[in-house]
């Protein structure tokens, strides 16, 4: 495949936990190089330096796993968006990126499939399109080198199905997260729980839950599919602080009650330390690769991989508040008469 001799995504999971950092559809959108709305990866062809970019940043901050943006790079949403004719164009150049960065470090990278919108589990023939659209992505990405698939985001267990076929008709070791949009089930009527108890029993290597909640509302479902599995199991959440009341991130409410999903989420941030907590908890609970999803930034990742114990290469540049003026143990009697305003 990619002609490096080490080890794949099964052994990594197998011996320790595997950091994963996704979001560069978000974090592209905010740097204004992706349409909020359609959100196809059109950055791939047209700004691919900013791909490149953000890429090395999660990298850097200690991402084990470059994931090829080839997010919503599928027929449906490129003919929505009048570039079917870049389709096959965008989803090599995706893997190429992925793969140059990842060889700058000793990332692994995946390739990536979503949910397609064409899906229907009362239309047989949607079932075609649908394997179709992941035949013709994947084909590509083997053929660019990845060293594994993440199918993410699935609303439909019948649609997460279909891409874990594909992939094992690849070869390629399958990891399938569905998104935990619902309170309970997937959009077919299985319980996430026993959804990836089916999805692991038809060969998924790695098997959760990615996006749409935030670690506090993530983390009980988490805990249940961890139960309910003998395969390794993802978690990917948001950096979003969404709660037992608002279950999601689309249902996240401003005070005036306007629906803060997907442009104004930033008062509902995580703090890199909440995302650093998060990583603990996941791993404690025996979570095999554990990531962020649509929000991220380097910062938490970087936060993230040192609550894991790990000194990355943004690590240089971790912050030393005992250099703050304001903060050091000796702070000048002069500077110290800031204190008073601060601490009011
Ligand atoms: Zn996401």
């Known amino acids: 495949m990619n002609g490096r001799n080490r080890a794949g995504i099964v052994e990594r999971v197998k011996s320790g936990t595997v950091?994963?950092?996704?979001?560069?559809?978000?974090?592209?959108?905010?740097?204004?190089?992706?349409?909020?709305?359609?959100y196809v990866p059109e950055v791939v062809l047209d700004?691919?330096?900013?791909?490149?970019?953000?890429?090395?940043?999660?990298?850097?901050?200690?991402s084990d796993?470059?994931?090829?943006?080839?997010?919503?790079?599928?027929?449906?949403?490129?003919r929505h968006v009048g570039r079917e004719g870049d389709l096959e164009a965008m989803n090599r150049r995706a893997v190429q990126i992925a793969r140059e960065v990842a060889l700058e470090g000793d990332a692994l990278v995946a390739g990536n499939v979503c949910n397609t919108w064409a899906y229907d589990p009362d239309e047989p023939w949607a079932k075609d399109v649908v394997r179709a659209m992941?035949?013709?992505?994947?084909?590509?990405?083997?053929?660019?080198?990845?060293?594994?698939?993440?199918?993410?985001t699935n609303d439909y267990l019948g649609e997460a199905l279909i891409a874990l076929e594909v992939i094992r008709e690849l070869g390629l070791p399958a990891m399938v997260?569905?998104?935990?949009?619902?309170?309970d089930r997937t959009r077919d009527g299985y319980?996430?729980?026993?959804?990836?108890?089916?999805?692991a029993a038809e060969g998924a290597d790695?098997?959760?839950l990615n996006c749409d909640r935030g670690p506090q509302s993530f983390m009980p479902l988490i805990a249940r599919i961890r139960e309910a599995v003998d395969c390794a199991v993802a978690a990917q959440p948001v950096p979003y602080r969404t709660n037992a009341t608002a279950l999601t991130m689309q249902a996240l409410r401003s005070e005036t009650g306007q629906q803060a999903f997907p442009l104004a989420l930033e008062p509902f941030g995580c703090t890199r330390f909440e995302m650093a907590q998060f990583a603990l908890q996941a791993r404690d609970l025996g979570v095999d690769y554990v990531g962020i999803c649509c929000g991220a930034g380097p910062h938490h990742v970087r936060a993230m991989a040192e609550a894991l114990?790990?000194?990355?290469?943004?690590?240089?540049?971790?912050?030393?508040?005992?250099?703050?003026?304001?903060f050091r143990a000796d702070v000048s009697t002069k500077d110290a008469m800031f204190l008073n305003t601060w601490n009011a």
Do not use: N
């Open 206 to 208: 790695i098997v959760g």
């Open 134 to 152: 992941y035949a013709e992505q994947l084909g590509w990405a083997v053929e660019e080198g990845v060293d594994f698939v993440i199918s993410e």
């Open 309 to 326: 114990g790990r000194e990355v290469q943004a690590s240089k540049y971790s912050p030393s508040m005992e250099l703050h003026p304001m």
């Open 47 to 62: 700004f691919p330096d900013a791909v490149r970019e953000l890429h090395r940043e999660f990298l850097r901050a200690g």
């Open 65 to 78: 796993v470059m994931v090829a943006l080839t997010y919503y790079a599928h027929r449906e949403k490129l």
């Open 177 to 183: 997260t569905l998104a935990p949009t619902q309170p």
């Open 191 to 199: 319980s996430y729980v026993e959804a990836c108890r089916i999805l």
């Open 19 to 38: 950091l994963g950092a996704e979001g560069y559809v978000f974090e592209l959108e905010r740097r204004g190089y992706i349409k909020a709305g359609p």
